[in-house]
C-alpha cells in the first residue's frame, strides 16, 4: 500500500537514479530462448532421480546431546556426578492420594518390570519408606538381647577401662525404631509437598539414557499410565516424559504442518492462476527444490531434528513466492521472453533469497547446536529452491511451451 505511492512520488521528484536507462534497456528485442535448455533439463532430472535415491538415509536426530549448548564447566559437573551416582537423577514422580496406592503403584511398576523383559525401560523404584531401615522388630530385638547379656551382673567381672566402654556400648543399644519423621532432612526433602508434609510420592528410576528421543519416549510409555487392580489409574510426570510428549507431538504435527502448507499454498495458487496445469507447474520447482534438500541432507550427514523441522513450512512458503513471481512476469511478457524474465525478475527474486538467506544464516553462527541446524536447514533449502525456481522452472516452462505449440502445428 505504501511502497507503489512512494515509487510515484519518487519518480515525480525524479529521486529514482537510471530510471530510463532501465526502461530503455527493458525495450529492446529479447525474444530468445534459454540456451542449453535440454541439457539443463537432463541434469535436473538426474539430480532429482540421485535425491530421491538418497531420501531414505535422511534421519531424524534423536540424540539430545548433540543439540544442546556445549559448556565445558556443565559437562565436567555431569561427569562427575556420573561417578558419584549410581542410578538415575532423573526419576518420574508419581503422587498417590493415600499410603495404600502408592504400595499398590509400587507393586503394579515391580510387576511390569518383570514381564517387561523385552525392552526393559525402568530401573528400580521407591518410595520415603525405602529409605527407612529394613527388619527394624528384628534388629530392635537383638539389640535388647545384646543390652540384657550387658547387665551389671555380667559388668562387674570387668576391669575400669573395659566397663567404661561398655557402658558407652550400652548407650547406643538404647535406640528406637527409624520413622520416617526420623529421617535427615537432605533425605525428606525429596518427598515433601507444598503444605511442608511428608507426601505420598513414588519415584520411578529409568534405566536407559533419556538423552536418546527414542529410550525417551519408551520409557515414557512405560511410566506415563500406571493403572492400579482398584481401578485408579495415576498418571507419572517428569520434565523428561514431557519432553518425551513433545517429541511425539513434533514429528506428528510437523507433517501435519508440511502437509497443511502445502494444500494452502496449492489452493491459494490455484485461486490466483485460475488453472490447474498452471498451479502444478508453479508448485514444481518447489517440490523438486525440496527434494534437493533433503537429499543434500543426507548427503551432507544432516538430520532432521526438533529445531530445524520448524523452518520447513517457512521454506516452503518463502521458495513460493519466487517461483509464483517467475510466472506472473511469464505470463505479461508472454511466450518466448524467457530469457528476459530471468534476467529481470529472476535477479529481484535472487536478491529476496539471498536476503532470507543472510538473515536464516545468522543462526549458523550461534553457539547453541540446535539453532545452528535451524539456520543451516534454512539456507540448504533457501539455496536449492532458488536453483530449481531460476534453472530448473524457466527450462521447464519453455519445454512445456515447445510441447503446445508443436500440438498445435498438428
Given at each position: 500500500t505504501l511502497f507503489p505511492g512512494l515509487l510515484v512520488l519518487s519518480e515525480?521528484?525524479?529521486?529514482?537514479?537510471?530510471?530510463?536507462?532501465?526502461?530503455?534497456?527493458?525495450?529492446?528485442?529479447?525474444a530468445k530462448p534459454?540456451?542449453?535448455?535440454?541439457?539443463?533439463l537432463s541434469i535436473?532430472?538426474?539430480?532429482?532421480?540421485?535425491?530421491?535415491?538418497?531420501?531414505p538415509n535422511l534421519e531424524f536426530e534423536y540424540n539430545f546431546r548433540q543439540l544442546r549448548a556445549f559448556v565445558p564447566e556443565t559437562e565436567k559437573a555431569r561427569e562427575k556426578a556420573a561417578t558419584i551416582f549410581t542410578r538415575s537423577q532423573s526419576p518420574v514422580i508419581v503422587l498417590a492420594e493415600n499410603r495404600e496406592d502408592m504400595q499398590a503403584i509400587v507393586q503394579t511398576v515391580l510387576r511390569h518390570m518383570e514381564t517387561d523383559s523385552l525392552t526393559p525401560t525402568i530401573d528400580t523404584v521407591g518410595t520415603i519408606y525405602d529409605e527407612l531401615p529394613q527388619h527394624q522388630d528384628d534388629k530392635l530385638f537383638i539389640m535388647q538381647e545384646i543390652k540384657d547379656m550387658l547387665s551389671e551382673s555380667t559388668l562387674q567381672f570387668l576391669n575400669e577401662a573395659q566397663r567404661s566402654k561398655a557402658d558407652e556400648f550400652r548407650e547406643l543399644l538404647d535406640a528406637e525404631a527409624v520413622t520416617v519423621e526420623g529421617l535427615p532432612y537432605s533425605i525428606r526433602r525429596r518427598f515433601i509437598g507444598l503444605d511442608g508434609q511428608v507426601g505420598n510420592f513414588v519415584f520411578i528410576y529409568p534405566s536407559v539414557s533419556l538423552t536418546d528421543?527414542?529410550?525417551?519416549?519408551?520409557?515414557?510409555?512405560?511410566?506415563?499410565?500406571?493403572?492400579?487392580?482398584?481401578?485408579?489409574?495415576?498418571?507419572?510426570?517428569?520434565?523428561?516424559?514431557?519432553f518425551a510428549d513433545v517429541?511425539?507431538?513434533?514429528?506428528?504435527?510437523?507433517?501435519?504442518a508440511t502437509i497443511a502448507t502445502f494444500v494452502v499454498v496449492f489452493l491459494i495458487v490455484l485461486l490466483d492462476l485460475r488453472s490447474l496445469r498452471s498451479t502444478?507447474?508453479?508448485?514444481?520447482?518447489?517440490?523438486?527444490g525440496l527434494v534437493w534438500m533433503c537429499g543434500a541432507m543426507a548427503l551432507l550427514g544432516m538430520?532432521?531434528?526438533?529445531?530445524?523441522?520448524?523452518?520447513?513450512?517457512?521454506?516452503?512458503?518463502?521458495?513460493?513466492?519466487?517461483?509464483?513471481?517467475?510466472?506472473?512476469?511469464y505470463l505479461e511478457e508472454g511466450a518466448g521472453k524467457l530469457w528476459k524474465v530471468v534476467m529481470t525478475t529472476g535477479q529481484a527474486v535472487a536478491i529476496g533469497a539471498i536476503t532470507t538467506m543472510l538473515g536464516f544464516g545468522d543462526l549458523i553462527l550461534?553457539?547453541?547446536?540446535?539453532?545452528?541446524?535451524l539456520g543451516q536447514l534454512a539456507v540448504l533449502g533457501l539455496i536449492t529452491t532458488l536453483i530449481t525456481v531460476l534453472v530448473v522452472f524457466p527450462v521447464a516452462i519453455q519445454t512445456v511451451d515447445g510441447w503446445m505449440a508443436k500440438r498445435k502445428a498438428k
Open positions: 515525480r521528484f525524479r529521486l529514482i537514479i537510471g530510471l530510463k536507462t532501465v526502461r530503455a534497456s527493458g525495450s529492446g528485442p529479447t534459454i540456451p542449453f535448455a535440454t541439457g539443463i535436473g532430472i538426474l539430480v532429482t532421480a540421485i535425491a530421491i535415491v538418497l531420501l528421543g527414542r529410550s525417551a519416549i519408551k520409557f515414557a510409555e512405560d511410566v506415563r499410565d500406571i493403572r492400579l487392580e482398584n481401578g485408579k489409574t495415576y498418571h507419572a510426570s517428569s520434565g523428561d516424559v514431557i517429541l511425539l507431538v513434533m514429528m506428528r504435527d510437523s507433517s501435519i502444478l507447474l508453479v508448485l514444481l520447482p518447489l517440490v523438486v538430520k532432521i531434528n526438533l529445531f530445524n523441522m520448524v523452518v520447513i513450512p517457512s521454506i516452503i512458503g518463502l521458495s513460493l513466492d519466487s517461483g509464483v513471481h517467475i510466472y506472473h512476469r550461534a553457539r547453541h547446536p540446535g539453532l545452528q541446524t
